[in-house]
Nanobody
Framework: QVQLVESGGGLVQAGGSLRLSCAASGRTFTIYNMGWFRQAPGKEREFVAGISWTGGNTNYADSVKGRFTISRDNPKYTEFLLMNSLKGDDTAVYYC??????????????WGQGTQVTVSS
């Protein structure tokens, strides 16, 4: 099993920035990718960004391209999501995920507990 713990959420004004972190523990040697999803009230969970654990290849949802950056610290099995130019539409609970299988339907082997991000206008 892999355990994921997120941190870094909070309240920020529109146009501001936040950095989320997600630390993995347990059977971390089984991790081959990690990523972030988010879920706003009344909406389905959606893919935000992903990163491969070996090559570091990244991909992003169109809605966050150019504003969000995903990165990783391999030795510490930690991933980060730097969120700039935040908008009200970015308000959601953000979830860390490991071994994402199908991003479009939010399928992954492991999930964190979620961290709230609220953007005020």
């Amino acid at each position: 099993q892999v355990q994921l713990v997120e941190s870094g959420g909070g309240l920020v004004q529109a146009g501001g920035s936040l950095r989320l972190s997600c630390a993995a523990s347990g059977r971390t040697f089984t991790i081959y990718n990690m990523g972030w999803f988010r879920q706003a009230p009344g909406k389905e969970r959606e893919f935000v960004a992903g990163i491969s654990w070996t090559g570091g290849n990244t991909n992003y949802a169109d809605s966050v391209k150019g504003r969000f950056t995903i990165s990783r610290d391999n030795p510490k099995y930690t991933e980060f999501l730097l969120m700039n130019s935040l908008k009200g539409d970015d308000t959601a609970v953000y979830y860390c995920a490991a071994n994402i299988r199908i991003a479009a339907v939010a399928t992954a082997d492991y999930w964190g507990q979620g961290t709230q991000v609220t953007v005020s206008s």
